[in-house]
Nanobody
Framework: QVQLWQSGGGSVQAGGSLRLSCTAS????????MGWFRQAPGKEREGVAT????????YYADSVKGRFTISRDNAKNTVFLQMNSLKPEDTATYYC?????????????????????WGQGTQVSVSS
């Protein structure tokens, strides 16, 4: 009943920028937390950035702090991930995720265990 629709991604040179978008197809179902996760081939899924609806609390992986920014469109159930100063290490499939009734502490922990709704994923490739 709730779906996440991702857009953005692509290929970019190191130092470039990309912006990912994710929209939840509901205005009636409560969503406490939305976030971005990524997974590179052969590696574990990693939390990139999350956004807590209640107070705007955020989580950023240390590897992306200062380069990535998660934001929300207040008019829609949409979150963005602005990725600047991209590095080859950022190459991965990026997934949008959402969780209902997720505590703030869990939302901003960077873990993915509480997320049930997932987008289809989008590839981000950064070349040097």
């Amino acid at each position: 009943q709730v779906q996440l629709w991702q857009s953005g991604g692509g290929s970019v040179q190191a130092g470039g920028s990309l912006r990912l978008s994710c929209t939840a197809s509901t205005d009636t179902v409560r969503i406490d937390c939305m976030g971005w996760f990524r997974q590179a081939p052969g590696k574990e899924r990693e939390g990139v950035a999350t956004f807590y609806r209640g107070d705007g609390g955020t989580y950023y992986a240390d590897s992306v702090k200062g380069r990535f920014t998660i934001s929300r469109d207040n008019a829609k159930n949409t979150v963005f991930l602005q990725m600047n100063s991209l590095k080859p290490e950022d190459t991965a499939t990026y997934y949008c995720a959402a969780a209902r009734w997720l505590p703030r502490s869990t939302c901003v922990s960077g873990g993915y265990g509480g997320f049930v709704l997932w987008g289809q994923g989008t590839q981000v490739s950064v070349s040097s």
